[in-house]
């Protein structure tokens, strides 16, 4: 099956800085990735679908100046919180889909706190 | 828009037992379900999934089951197991769109008592 990495799998950080979090897809290209949240026991959220080579599409109400999105190459999408607060504390998931296959394929999951 | 929600938020069995997990759909053009696993501290698994031009498909002890006429479908795992315990979400789409719009429920949180 598709494998789907993130990187790092949990990061501390101080309010006011910025996290860059990485997901890529392992055995397979992507031309399109998403960015999920899941706060404690919650659904995913979408937030945002990455496309390589243009902007990425943000949900309504997710900043995208505070959430930045590069879909740099088919296999890493970036997703850096920028300035980051204690309330954006959580659990970022990220997902692609295979190319011939309706399904998506998660990655494990960032867990970030902000303190 | 379309809204994809589970009946049951908490689910407690017997391990051994079999586990049944709902989740209700709203729009009828829906045409393709996954049902993913979720355990702790990890990104969602897939399981198995549904295109509706069936009403049920089998996996490895669990089976999917579509009932459009009631917009719902349900996930039977058999024999449930210890390592069954996680969190089950149900997503739905449209064929069409491919998996770019999938919706997902709530979840649901089964709990295998040994």
């Known amino acids: 099956g598709a494998v789907v990495s993130q990187h790092p799998s949990r990061v501390i950080c101080k309010s006011g800085t910025s996290v860059k979090i990485e997901c890529r897809s392992l055995d397979f290209q992507a031309t399109t990735m998403f960015w999920y949240r899941q706060f404690p026991k919650q659904s995913l959220m979408l937030m945002a679908t990455s496309n390589e080579g243009s902007k990425a599409t943000y949900e309504q109400g997710v900043e995208k100046d505070k959430f930045l999105i590069n879909h740099a190459s088919l296999t890493l999408s970036t997703l850096t919180v920028t300035s980051a607060h204690p309330e954006d504390s959580s659990f970022y998931i990220c997902?692609?889909?295979?190319?011939?296959?309706?399904?998506?394929?998660f990655g494990p999951g960032t867990r970030l706190l902000v303190l | 828009g379309e809204s994809v929600g589970l009946h049951l938020p908490t689910l407690s069995v017997q391990e051994g037992d079999n586990s049944i997990i709902n989740c209700a759909y709203s729009?009828?053009?829906?045409?393709?379900f996954i049902w993913y696993k979720q355990e702790s501290g990890k990104g969602p698994q897939f399981i198995i999934d549904i295109r509706s031009n069936m009403d049920k498909r089998q996996g490895q002890r669990v089976t999917v089951l579509l009932n459009k006429t009631v917009k719902h479908l349900s996930l039977q795992i058999a024999a449930t197991q210890p390592g069954d315990s996680a969190v089950y979400f149900c997503?739905?789409?449209?064929?069409?769109?491919?998996?770019?719009?999938?919706?997902f429920g709530t979840g649901t949180r089964l709990t295998v008592i040994p």
């Open positions: 997503a739905g789409g449209a064929l069409q769109t491919g998996a770019n719009n999938l919706f």
């Open positions: 729009n009828s053009a829906s045409d393709y």
């Open positions: 997902s692609a889909p295979l190319v011939g296959e309706e399904t998506q394929y």
